[in-house]
């Protein structure tokens, strides 16, 4: 069909055209970058023509096992034991991870004050393609702070199956699947400001300077302000000047008490200045709930993965769970550590020998990051010999299924394109003291990016929102 369309350019701009049109009417809609703070000039957000492909199994499979990292991270968050040793040689390779674990030390030392726990999480995977032409699911990773992106999805599987009806596929039509994403999360978000339990409370967006995401935390606003939730959005810098803790460590924003600080920033070192730190840590030491605490933020970070991907490691969170354990780890790429000593010898060794079987991962997040085929020879030849090279691990290279669609972004030009695309499985779970109270999947979003990328992200244009089409 794909292949028809791209013979008849004129009914191809036509159909793009029609795509455009009809997401912008039903909100898909981003602001530019030249303009990122105005509503003068918006676009739609980047969106594949077509849905991909997706085996219905592997989608499962990956909406499976959500509760089950939601459990995990949880577990890790409130084990300092664990993320002690596992983050000990990275702390002294990377300044970053160092100063988080910083204000985790210095809040377990005070003793944690809120016994309210609020995640909002993303488990992104690939279909690992065997040789036998099937796939496998495997995480890349899962994100603990920031987890974003389903402002968009939620609202596309209306247009991709219009799309598909256009063009007279409405059998296919029926196999997108519906996506709820926000709905869900929301329901996390308002619960744990429930029980913190003072009507008068805000819930607030901890932001960036640069809004361009706005548009996208308005849909989780809106929602909230309709269950009567009074929202407000913050800078690291509002807080430095406005907030303080009273003697109950309640804390207090331009006069207003917080029930929740969910952070939309604060995930790389370049969202922080020195003074900013100290917003962080008086956060993390108030009484309001954050999404995430400081112990969950570290639980999400590329070395505590590498660390739960080794034997014996998940059975110390789920110790009379083996099926859990086994559903946990099937999704596990092979990732090694590269702390001084023999067994990160080993790994620098493998990973000189065959580049391109591996990714080279720092602690860093937001995309555009990693290292592949000879950045890792250049990178490893630069750190191999000394301690700087425990601020990375290295993980398996997945080799995804390729497919084809049409990419629909501004200033690219339309044309058929070889693509690969990613699952994220959101999850969301509200923990009350020992209680549970609170745990889904909530919802998905597929992520598409063109072949000639080895790594993805929104804001620098590589990343492209979809939809499954199951078979
Ligand atoms: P970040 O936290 O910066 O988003 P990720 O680990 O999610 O880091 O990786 C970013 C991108 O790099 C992914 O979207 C994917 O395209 C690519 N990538 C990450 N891990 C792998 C892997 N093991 N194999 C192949 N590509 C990967
Ligand atoms: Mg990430």
Avoid at 51 to 75: G, S
Avoid at 131 to 157: H, R, W, Y
Avoid at 210 to 218: A, D, E, F, G, M
Avoid at 268 to 280: F, G, I, L, M, S
Wanted: hydrophobic share 40%; aromatic share 8%; proline share 5%.
């Amino acid at each position: 069909m794909l292949q028809g369309l791209m013979r008849n350019p004129e009914r191809l701009k036509a159909l793009a055209k029609e795509a455009k049109e009809f997401a912008l009417q039903h909100g898909v809609v981003m602001r530019t970058v030249e303009t990122p703070d105005s509503s003068e000039v918006v676009t739609y957000a980047p969106f594949t023509l077509f849905p991909t492909p997706v085996p219905k199994a592997v989608f499962h499979q990956a909406l499976a096992v959500q509760t089950h990292f939601n459990t995990l991270v949880d577990k890790i968050s409130q084990d300092p034991g664990f993320l002690e040793e596992a983050l000990a040689s990275t702390v002294q390779a990377d300044d970053f991870t160092a100063k988080l674990f910083d204000i985790y030390r210095q809040v377990q030392r005070e003793g944690r004050t809120q016994s309210i726990v609020l995640g909002v999480n993303r488990s992104d995977y690939m279909p690992n393609q065997r040789e036998d032409g099937t796939c496998s699911l495997k995480q890349m990773e899962i994100n603990t702070i920031s987890a974003g992106s389903f402002g968009v999805t939620g609202l596309l599987p209306v247009v991709h199956r219009h799309i598909l009806r256009l063009v007279g596929l409405l059998e296919e039509s029926q196999h997108v699947p519906d996506n709820n994403t926000l709905a869900a999360v929301v329901r996390a978000l308002a619960k744990a400001w429930e029980l913190y339990g003072q009507q008068k409370a805000v819930f607030m967006f901890l932001v960036e300077d640069v809004q361009i995401s706005k548009l996208s935390h308005r849909c989780i606003e809106n929602e909230l302000w309709k269950r009567d939730i009074p929202v407000i959005r913050r800078k690291f810098e509002d807080v430095v000047k406005t907030g303080y803790l009273n003697g109950d460590k309640k804390m207090f924003v331009d006069g207003l008490e917080v029930a929740v600080v969910y952070y939309r920033y604060g995930y790389v070192p370049n969202n922080y200045k020195e003074q900013t730190w100290e917003a962080r840590l008086l956060m993390e030491r108030s009484l309001a709930v954050k999404c995430p605490d400081i112990g969950t933020h570290l639980a999400g970070t590329k070395k505590v993965q590498q660390e739960l991907a080794r034997p014996g490691v998940l059975e110390r969170f789920f110790p009379d769970q083996p099926q859990v354990v086994e559903q946990i780890r099937a999704t596990f790429a092979g990732q090694y550590t590269l702390d001084m000593g023999p067994e990160g010898d080993q790994t620098v060794a493998m990973a000189l020998a065959k580049p391109d079987e591996f990714v080279l991962k720092p602690q860093r997040e937001g995309g555009g990051n990693n290292f592949f085929g000879e950045d890792i020879v250049r990178i490893l030849e630069e750190v191999k010999g000394d301690k700087r090279r425990a601020a990375y691990i290295l993980m398996d290279r997945i080799r995804p299924k390729v497919e084809h669609n049409v990419l629909l972004r501004r200033g690219l030009p339309l044309q058929l394109s070889s693509v690969c695309y990613e699952i994220g499985v959101f999850g969301a779970y509200v923990r009350h003291g020992g209680e549970m109270v609170l745990n889904e999947a909530a919802g998905h979003t597929l992520r598409t990016k063109s072949i000639e990328h080895s790594d993805g992200g929104v804001c620098n244009g590589v990343t492209i929102f979809d939809s499954p089409l199951f078979y």
